[in-house]
């Protein structure tokens, strides 16, 4: 964070407003797409989820923390990029695992038991972390590639790790897009969570797809925990509001929507960084609150968030 | 070709079928009737993979099948056209007939498979690249049966494909579903609340009352029966 936002976001003192320091302003909205698209990234996992099973994942970023732990466990041992493939790896298996094991049992069962249930991975993964890892602040990159001098352009500046992490975004948007608009398994996966009756009747190994949502989704995780990690720092608690911004994303753009949870992850990244910006206050996280209360507008007028669909069905 | 002995299957602790037993004899049509609540779409989805039975045996071509998943039973040749289309709405016309190919690797096959659907309904050519979810009722069932063919099958399990189409669309329906059994030897069990339109196109037919069968006959001899006839067909 620059100088300037780190003094706006002090008790009082106002942030001139954008038309007499445009570049400020320009490097808020540019600092907000980047830690937006970490957003982006899990409310993409949770969106995947809830798209084939209606579950809310609330583990998703506890298993994200889970996996940056590991990560940097790795790191003590090999380079960043073997660290960083191995932990999507293993994230991967352990959101399969997952799945098989213990959500399974209850996907069938009303939608409040899934919720207990992903509440209670929440507390587990939270424990183990704190039991393997401890409660002290680990050091983490940035990584040799993420180091060096901030990119400019005129005066508005963005951090190389800040590029990395809309990188990954890209990147994943990009694999995700073509697993599931050019692959067979992609689009198997997309009928199995439009219509779980019609997949099985096609010949859909239904079961095998929601495994391999998991998994994904759980890999998208470690991708986002590792990547936004480098600035945000790596704690078992550090993850938490990011996840809560992944939350307030996946919504905001209509929990069933892919293109939604980008859209959404990206404003939710701006207005935070806005608000931070340019709302004077002498509590802290007003950035939070004020994410939260153009959230609530938005369902006001669109319950189903921006690119929702509407339970609405042609018989 | 297909046949199920004494059946049993519940939901939880509800009992929708209480000892069904029947025969889809190779390259016939057979007909299910029933009033609703019978046991005509469980039987269906017994027969599926989509519900266990607790008892009896289902049998396809000599082998028995009630413990197989609903993927393999479609992979081995029987292939569902599910009550009320349950078409995939947010995607084309032509992704719901390839979701339709799913169980089969042969590519040449499928290709060839999507043009013959396109001759029998020659409607969801027009419309291939359209979302699913515009097409009308009628059109979406065409769509529901061409991806019921798209698996290839040997048996197609076709549940209610008049219901709510208009009279018109029906008969349309029924003729090309008769053509596809008359040209292609294509075995088929046929659910229909629509007793007359069933019997027209079936050789035999069976009567589900109460999760049992009742009857069971040559089609020409149900119409005649007198219960069959109070009951179902209305005259």
Known sequence: ?315 | MLSLRDVHAAYGSVLALKGVSLEVPTGGIVALLGANGAGKTSTLRVISGLLRPSQGVVEFEGRPIDRMPPDRIVQIGISQVPEGRQIFTEMTVLENLRLGSYSRRDGDGVRADIERVFTYFPVLRERSRQRSALLSGGEQQMLAIGRGLMAKPRVLLLDEPSLGLAPMLVQEIFKIIKAINEQEGLTILLVEQDANIALDVASYGYVLEAGTVVLGDEAAHLRGNEMVRRSYLGF
């Open chain 1, 1 to 315: 964070m620059s100088a300037d936002a780190l003094a706006a976001l002090s008790p009082v003192v106002l942030a001139a407003p954008p038309w007499e320091n445009p570049s400020l302003f320009a490097q808020q909205i540019i600092s907000g797409i980047a830690t937006g698209s970490g957003f982006a990234i899990l409310a993409l996992a949770l969106v995947m989820i809830y798209r084939s099973t209606a579950i809310l994942n609330f583990a998703q970023g506890e298993m994200a923390m889970f996996s940056t732990f590991m990560a940097w466990t790795f790191l003590t041992r090999m380079d960043f990029w073997p660290a960083f493939i191995l932990s999507i790896l293993v994230a991967a298996a352990m959101g399969a695992a997952l799945e098989l094991l213990i959500l399974r049992p209850v996907e069938e069962a009303p939608a409040l038991n899934s919720v207990i249930v992903t509440l209670g991975l929440f507390t587990t993964f939270n424990a183990l972390a704190l039991w393997i890892w401890g409660s002290q602040p680990k050091g983490f990159g940035p990584f040799s590639i993420f180091k060096g001098s901030a990119l400019c352009a005129a005066d508005v500046c963005v951090g190389r790790a800040s590029v990395g992490i809309l990188a990954g975004a890209a990147v994943i948007m990009l694999l995700l897009y073509l697993l599931f608009q050019r692959t067979r398994v992609g689009l198997a996966m997309r009928a199995t969570a439009q219509n779980r009756l019609a997949s099985q009747l096609v010949g859909i190994p239904v079961g095998r797809m929601l495994t391999l949502g998991w998994a994904l989704s759980a890999a998208c995780g470690a991708v986002a925990g590792v990547l936004i990690s480098q600035n945000v720092g790596l704690t078992t608690i550090s993850l938490f509001p990011v996840l809560l911004f992944a939350f307030a994303a996946a919504v905001l753009g209509g929990l069933d929507s892919p293109a939604g949870a980008i859209v959404g992850g990206l404003s939710i990244g701006i207005i935070r960084n806005m608000a931070g910006t340019y709302v004077p206050s002498d509590v802290g996280n007003i950035d939070l609150t004020i994410a939260f209360i153009v959230i609530v507008l938005v369902l006001m007028v669109r319950p189903t968030g921006l690119f929702g669909k509407r339970a609405v069905r042609r018989v």
